[in-house]
């Protein structure tokens, strides 16, 4: 009986470019909603506390400012180390763009190191005041938004040990580093809302 050569395996389907990245602005823009959502309730129930003559936030001198510009500081550095992956890719430096993701999620995990600290430093109890549970559920939030950012640049990371994106495919770092900024975005804005304007310096 005579051996028939093998079928040939079909080709892998093509990718379609701009998946990653409209997945990434569908995530973007269901994140900005969560988080102006939680927002706008933080400021209406400070408002209607201020209304009525209440107390809002942490006595004057008793916010730990060093510790949470430090941590918020920390994140925002992160911005410009997830940019440089983007921009080492483009040129085709892999080195550089193993280097700019690993101490992005270094800043990353920093962050939430320093978050868990500032939580002690602040003192509050959730249900002991309407402040205390909006810091948490906002900050909170935020917190858990970082850590699906950091899970993204994890597997953005080993997809690039895996030689995966390149400088002519280079969408799914771009797409990762552009979610990376909006975590980044509303941890600048989380950190002015709930803690510059209620006890910061000044």
């Known amino acids: 009986m005579a051996l028939t ?14 998946t990653s990245m409209t997945g990434a602005i569908l995530a973007i823009a269901a994140g900005a909603m969560l988080m102006a959502g939680l927002l706008a309730s933080y400021f209406a129930a400070r408002n209607a506390v201020l209304n009525g003559k209440g ?15 430090v941590t918020y500081g920390a994140l925002f550095l992160s911005s410009f180390t997830a940019q440089w992956a983007v921009s080492a890719i483009k040129d085709g430096e ?29 003192g509050l109890v959730a249900g002991k005041s309407a402040y205390a549970d909006y810091v ?22 080993f997809r690039v040990l895996g030689g995966q994106p390149g400088p ?35």
């Open 94 to 122: 892999r080195r550089q763009v193993y280097v700019a993701v690993g101490t992005t999620i270094l800043l990353g995990v920093a962050f939430v190191n320093g978050l868990t600290f500032s939580y002690t430093q602040l």
């Open 168 to 202: 002519n495919n280079r969408e799914l770092v771009a797409s990762s580093v552009a979610l990376w900024h909006f975590v980044v975005f509303a941890g600048v804005v989380v950190w002015w809302c709930l803690f510059f304007l209620t006890g910061g310096p000044g």
């Open 5 to 18: 050569a093998p079928l040939p395996l079909p080709a892998p389907p093509a990718h379609r470019r701009g």
């Open 55 to 69: 107390t809002w936030g942490l006595p004057r001198g008793t916010m730990p400012n060093s510790a949470l510009a």
């Open 136 to 157: 948490y559920a906002v900050s909170g939030t935020h917190l858990a938004l970082v850590l699906a950012g950091l899970l993204v640049m994890v597997i953005t990371g």
